[in-house]
């Protein structure tokens, strides 16, 4: 038996995916994978080369989602689509880093 929440995410993903790209999207997309407290200290924007910039309130907030971005990385794969995200960059105060 399929648990609900699991059907549930996986029909979700499989709507969104099918939406145009949009920032709308991107940010669904972001706080569907980060969760509140994440999306409350960052905000995320996709760039035309597929490059994820988040912006982060403080170098705290940096510094976890660096960490976090193996993680972040395949959910929003699924919930965007293969290869929309290519790289996720993260700044504070006009500073940015590869994560």
């Not at 929440?5 to 969104?16: C, M, N, R």
């Not at 080369?49 to 309130?57: F, K, S």
């Not at 990385?73 to 293969?82: I, M, T, V």
Request: no cysteine.
């Amino acid at each position: 038996m399929i648990p609900v929440h699991s059907l549930a995410a996986d029909l979700l993903a499989d709507v969104l995916r099918r939406q145009p790209l949009s920032p709308a999207k991107v940010g669904f997309a972001w706080r569907t994978a980060v969760g509140p407290a994440v999306d409350r200290a960052t905000r995320a924007s996709l760039r035309d080369d597929g490059v994820l910039e988040v912006v982060a309130v403080d170098a705290h907030w940096k510094r976890e989602v660096r960490r976090a971005s193996a993680l972040l990385s395949p959910r929003l794969a699924r919930l965007l689509g293969e290869g929309v995200v290519k790289k996720i960059v993260v700044k504070t105060a006009g500073r940015s880093r590869d994560a």
